[in-house]
Structure formats: C-alpha cells, structure tokens
C-alpha cells in the first residue's frame, strides 16, 4: 500500500479495530498509524496486538494527515468539538459515522477541510467488505483516491453522490443484518423439519457463499439464476410460491425503506 502519510482512526471499536489490521494486513507500518482510545486497558491491549500508538483524540488530529472518524452518530458533535483547535485545512477527513453529512463536518471544522463520507459494512473484518464513499464540498480526485486506498484493505469501494448515501445505508451499511436474519430462518425451518441445527447450518451458510460467488463470478441477474433452479411445478417453485403469497418482496421493500429513513432522521437530529 502506497503511503499517504500519517492515518489516525479516532475510534477503536469494531470497525476502527476493523480498519486498523486491514492496514497493516494491506502493508501499512504501525509507525504510520495512531488510534484513539480512552479506555486504558483497552490501550493497552491495542498497542500490544498491534504495536501502534494509542493517543487522545487531540494529539491525533494534532500529528496525522489523515483523520478517519469512527464514531457513533451521536458522538460526533462532542468529537468534533474536542479536534476543532488542532485541526489544519492541508488534512483530510474521513468519516465512517452513519447519517452525518459532510456539511455537518465541514461547518464545524476550519474553512477548507476535505471531507469525505464512508458507508462501510461488517463484511470489512473478513476483508469482503462493501464501503460506499462521497465527495464534501472541498475535495477533489486526490481526496477520494486516498479514501478508496485505506477502504480497500477491507474489501471493495464505490463512489456514489452523498444524496445517495442513505440508501446505501439502507442496502449494504444495515445490509448483512437482512442476510442474517434470512441465514437464520433457513437454520431453524431444517431444524423444523428433523436436521441437526449443526448440519442445517452447514448447508445453509454453503449455499450462501456459493450462491453470492456464483452472482459475482457469473455476473447473470439474480432473476436468471433464481429461474435456472425453478423448475415448473417443482419443489423451487413450491417455495417460491409461498414467499410471494407471504409478500416478502414487499416486505424487503418496506424494510429498507425504513432504514432509510431512519438514516435520514439521524442526520436530522
């Protein structure tokens, strides 16, 4: 990984930690890099795994180049309140935080800061994740070339406008949760029906990955390869039957709608 110079992640919880060991995985130093935690012991336990310097919040946007913010929404004010002073107009802004716009950052950051907004998703701690980034008011190529190059050691990254950014929120930040929830439905239904839960999961989570591998590699629509395994009058078809009375499509519309939505309340608030 080409350096960009010094990266702070002020956030040390799952997807700051996330971050920090896809860099050093993709090649960065731990010299290059500085996280933020207030918890001593839990410091300690970073600096340990993963030998870079655990500073406060101040010290990093005093000496990094790069500032990623990892914080929860509701976090956000206090911090950028706290970094405010030590930060200069030459450093960039990153922020992972779901619902906050760049305006919100930049209007309380000194004139001129880039800023650019991340979607990221859980998938990021195996290194598949699916991170969505946008432009603030003062960035330019250079900005979001750096920004793709620290996502990428955690998987794929998109540019996208920031209006589309709630509902990227919406498909692939609250995404891996709706696949969740479908994984564990299969389980229990093979449960139902005599597996042991231990085989029943087996299958399930095989045919998962085979299935998104199979969309990726193939680049059919999901259509095509839904219709290749439906033979008429089938067990598929069976199947498919039932969903379609129980309106699951519309109940996934609904669903995502409403994370959406509370996307764009979070940044309301």
């Given amino acids: 990984m080409t350096s960009n110079g010094q990266v702070a992640i002020l956030g040390a919880g799952v997807m700051g930690e996330t971050l ?36 406060t919040n101040v010290d990093a946007a005093a000496k990094a180049e790069t500032l990623v913010l990892v914080v929860k929404p509701q976090d956000m004010p206090e911090l950028l309140a706290e970094i405010a002073p030590a930060v200069q107009p030459s450093q960039t802004i990153v922020s992972l ?23 990221p ?6 290194d598949e994740g699916m991170a969505a980034i946008s432009r ?27 209006k589309q950014q709630d509902a990227v929120t919406a498909i ?12 564990e439905s299969m389980i229990e239904a093979g449960v ?23 969309l990726r590699e193939t680049g059919e629509h999901p259509t095509v390869l839904r219709e290749r395994v439906t033979s008429p009058g089938g067990t598929t078809a069976a199947a498919v039957r039932e969903l379609e009375d129980h309106k699951v499509r519309a109940a996934f519309l609904s669903a995502i709608e409403a994370a959406r939505n509370r996307s764009r309340a979070l940044a309301a608030e």
Avoid at 121 to 126: H, Q
Avoid at 136 to 162: F, K, N, Q, W, Y
Avoid at 192 to 214: W, Y
Wanted: aromatic share 4%; with cysteine; charged share 20%.
């Fill in 172 to 183: 692939s930040g609250s995404g891996p949760a709706y696949i969740f929830f479908v994984v």
């Fill in 20 to 55: 920090l060991s896809g860099l050093l995985r993709a090649g960065r130093r731990p010299e290059e890099l500085l996280i933020t935690e207030r918890r001593e012991e839990r410091a300690v336990e970073l600096r340990e795994r993963y030998g870079v310097d655990v500073v």
């Fill in 192 to 214: 139902h029906m005599g597996l042991p839960r231990s085989t029943a999961t087996d299958l399930v989570v095989q045919t998962l990955f085979g299935s998104a591998k199979l």
């Fill in 97 to 119: 935080a779901a619902g906050i716009t760049t305006g919100f950052i930049e209007s309380r950051l000194p004139a001129g800061v880039a800023v650019v907004r991340v979607m």
């Fill in 136 to 162: 603030g008011a003062h960035c330019d190529e250079s900005h979001l070339v750096l920004a793709e190059g620290l996502l990428a050691a955690t998987g794929r990254v998109i540019r996208v406008p920031e």
């Fill in 121 to 126: 998703n859980t998938p990021a701690l195996v």
